[in-house]
């Protein structure tokens, strides 16, 4: 199977998307065809044996639209799309000015009888020339939105209609009918009062108004992904044998070494290799504050150096930058629909054909009703134009962009729709234990003796030989107190006991578990109360002595991330139920858990049984997020309705879930749950606003309201209401970006 994005052009409505993915879900072989209006994408996936790229591009160019595969692109100044903005313009400002003029002399003259006019083309003394003079303003402003009709007729005439089929069926039938008129009016000058000239000519105008400001504001909505890609410069400092060079960031390859100054974007990842600096992550990770960089340590392409400069060695190009990869993530979860985007395109696919049902039926019922025409044809022109379904086919997918986006400024990146869908159903929050919650890495946590410094320069001395995690914690706090080692002879290192060697003055000197004591005849029994306490807080012992004296005990623990207790408790006050899931041994989980302030405990778990914890909540009508960062939660990162992955855990991790969170929070479990609450509840007020200013309009617009109230909308009112609709939908969506998570 193969996964294509195709850019299309000349939708303009839920209709129209939804045509585009009814004609290609039709080839053989398609699996999942999904069409994004906002950003005018088609995702699909299709069997390549079967059909090819080439038919694909054919099928919608059937259908009236146009098709290419969309290409990898960075945001630059484009010429021929400033050109195309700049003639677009120019086009509106004619059509708005023709159309003001049109309204000026067809209307004016009606409601203000006393409104100076040429008397050429006065409607009282020369009709004929009144109703030829708008004929002449209408003909520009329907060459101008040629698009309408062009796009709208070919849709219709392959049974797809569209908003555009709307468009041009109103316009037409204003056109053809005030032509009609006109020819009328030397045999009957009261025909210059059924001109509709004015309802053909300013509809369109309104339409392209309305289209155009929805345009700019859709593209507010990509601005987090056009963002991102800017953030790769375009050059770099190549250093070599040969001396520094700035070069196309294209030509690095892995394994070059580049310079970064003050002030200056880091053009693609890799390791520090001499200097210092501090980096602006903000825009990837949604950290703030600028992180030190040292030699040794990563950075990351598109961060910016606020301080100091370094030189880079190259260690990942291309597509496998973290930068590339977190603009993939959003724009997957952009092109791919949310289950709930599906009800607004059923409705939407069938909407336009029953539009025009509608209109047509209004119309000869009027007709039949008060023998009048022009009225019939008013009320099929209000129908066709007010109906239309554009803010249905875009309430939801402007949301789902702005709100992956958001997602993306503040390190939590979504995979698709779905995701960001499902996630604010969470009913119960599991965390693995190591490295998600707890760092990942011993460090001292307790230090039992009378004699501080003398037990931390004792156990440094023995523990700097060796590479054990547990020597590790034990070196690291010793650096940290500042405590001196000496150096010991005789070093022997006991799997399973631990270390013994002799000091300057040749005296032994040990640092191990209990066994290792029992067997040097040491006795700890004086500690009996200390050891049980700490014990029981899953905690592991080195005890150090000298000689056939115990000089004290060293308490080595994972400890808990400091965000993890705040990170419990808000997830908890959103009434979801957290969960601690480890292998680790009862005690050690129930001191974790407590200090964390989860619900509920789960020990001494296999890897390959997490999975079937997560199940026993969901076969309990649960909704799980699963937290994890190893290779072993994968199984249960896959299993669980949403998968949530720290970004510096496994590679398989990552893959496995449907949220990657960039910093090491985990308070962005809860941002992202919000996110998600936030957003659905965004598309339902957009959803809300499109079905309910439809099912208004339409009846007000068929002339429901006429025989009781004479209220009736003019299918400019209906023009101006369609794109206000439309653009309240996007707007609404915009909001998402002020919300605070």
């Avoid at 108004?209 to 929805?214: A, S």
């Avoid at 379904?389 to 779905?418: F, S």
């Avoid at 693995?432 to 440094?460: C, F, H, P, W």
């Amino acid at each position: 199977m193969r996964e294509e994005i195709y850019n299309i052009t000349g939708m303009h409505c839920a209709a129209c998307s939804s045509s585009v993915e009814r004609v290609t879900r039709k080839l053989p072989g398609v699996k999942e065809s999904n069409v994004n209006l906002p950003l005018n994408r088609l995702t699909i996936v299709y069997d390549e044996n079967l059909t090819t790229s080439q038919d694909i591009i054919n099928k919608i160019k059937k259908a009236g639209f146009s098709a290419s595969l969309k290409e990898e692109e960075k945001p630059a100044e484009k010429p021929t799309e400033e050109k195309s903005f700049l003639s677009e313009k120019i086009s509106l400002a004619a059509s708005i000015f023709f159309s003001a003029v049109l309204l000026f002399i067809s209307m004016g003259q009606m409601l203000f009888p006393d409104m100076p006019v040429p008397d050429i083309i006065s409607i009282d003394t020369h009709p004929a020339n009144f109703a030829l003079i708008q004929l002449l303003l209408t003909v520009p402003v329907l060459i101008l939105g040629k698009k309408f009709f062009i796009g709208g007729f070919r849709s219709l005439f392959h049974l797809s209609p569209n908003m555009d089929s709307l468009v041009a069926l109103s316009s037409t039938a204003s056109l053809i009918y005030s032509i009609v008129m006109t020819f009328l009016i030397s045999d009957n000058p009261h025909a210059v009062h059924n001109l509709y000239y004015e309802s053909a000519a300013v509809v369109v105008a309104l339409v392209s108004v309305g289209k155009f400001l929805e345009e700019k504001n859709k593209e507010k909505t990509k601005s987090s992904i056009s963002a991102l890609m800017s953030l790769t410069p375009d050059t770099a400092v190549l250093v070599d044998e040969n001396g520094e060079w700035e070069v196309p960031v294209s030509m690095l390859k892995e394994g070059d070494t580049f310079l970064v100054k003050h002030g200056s974007k880091i053009p693609l990842d890799g390791i520090v290799i001499q200097g210092s600096a501090s980096a602006d992550e903000s825009m990837l990770t949604g950290e703030s504050n600028p992180v030190e960089k040292q030699e040794g340590d990563e950075v990351i392409g598109g961060s910016i150096l606020t301080g100091g400069a370094i030189y880079v060695k190259v260690t990942r190009t291309g597509e496998d930058t973290t930068l590339a990869k977190i603009i993939r993530f959003v724009e997957d979860a952009q092109n791919k629909k949310a289950p709930i985007a599906r009800v607004a395109d059923k409705v939407a696919g069938i909407f336009v054909p029953l539009l025009i049902g509608i209109g047509l039926v209004a119309g000869i019922i009027w007709f039949i009703i008060n023998r009048d025409f022009s009225f019939s044809v008013k009320i099929f022109t209000s129908v066709l134009v007010i109906g239309c379904p554009c803010a249905m086919g875009l309430a939801t997918p402007t949301a789902i962009i702005v709100g992956t986006g958001l997602g993306a400024t503040k390190g939590i990146l979504i995979k698709n729709g779905e995701a960001l869908e499902t996630t604010h159903k969470a009913d119960v929050v599991i965390f693995d234990k190591t490295g998600t919650v707890t760092e990942g890495k011993m460090s001292v946590t307790d230090i039992i003796s009378e004699d501080k410094n003398q037990i931390l320069r004792t156990a440094y001395s023995l523990e700097k030989l060796s590479e054990h995690p547990i020597s590790k914690a034990i070196c690291s706090k010793a650096r940290e107190e500042e405590a001196e080692s000496f150096d010991v002879t005789d070093f022997e290192s006991k799997a399973g006991f631990g270390i013994t060697a002799k000091d300057g003055e040749n005296k032994k000197i040990l640092a191990g578990n209990a066994r290792l004591m029992q067997e040097n005849g040491i006795d700890i029994s004086e500690s009996e109360s200390d050891v049980l306490s700490l014990t029981e807080k899953g905690k592991t012992l080195v005890f150090v002595a000298k000689e056939d004296k115990l000089l004290g005990i060293i308490a080595v623990a994972d400890t808990v991330k400091k965000n993890a207790k705040s990170a419990i408790d808000k997830l908890r006050s959103m009434g979801i139920h957290t969960v601690l899931l480890t292998g680790d041994n009862k005690k050690a989980a129930q001191y974790i858990g407590s200090l964390a302030g989860f619900d509920e405990i789960i020990s001494e778990v296999l890897p390959t049984e997490k999975a079937d914890v997560v199940k026993h909540f969901q076969e309990n009508n649960k909704t799980v997020i699963m937290v994890g960062d190893g290779i072993n939660d994968a199984p249960a990162l896959t299993q669980a309705d949403i998968g949530c992955a720290v970004a510096n855990g496994s590679f398989v991790a990552v893959e496995s879930a449907s949220i990657v969170l960039m910093k090491d929070n985990l308070e962005d479990v809860y941002r992202a749950i919000r996110l998600s609450r936030i957003t659905i509840r965004n598309i339902r007020q957009n959803l809300f606003w499109a079905f309910c200013y439809n099912t208004l309009a339409i009846p007000v617009a068929a002339g429901v309201l006429f025989p009781a109230f004479g209220l009736l909308l003019s299918p400019m009112i209906g023009a101006i209401a369609m794109s206000l609709s439309s653009l309240f939908v996007v707007t609404n969506a915009l909001r998402l970006k002020t919300y605070k998570l």
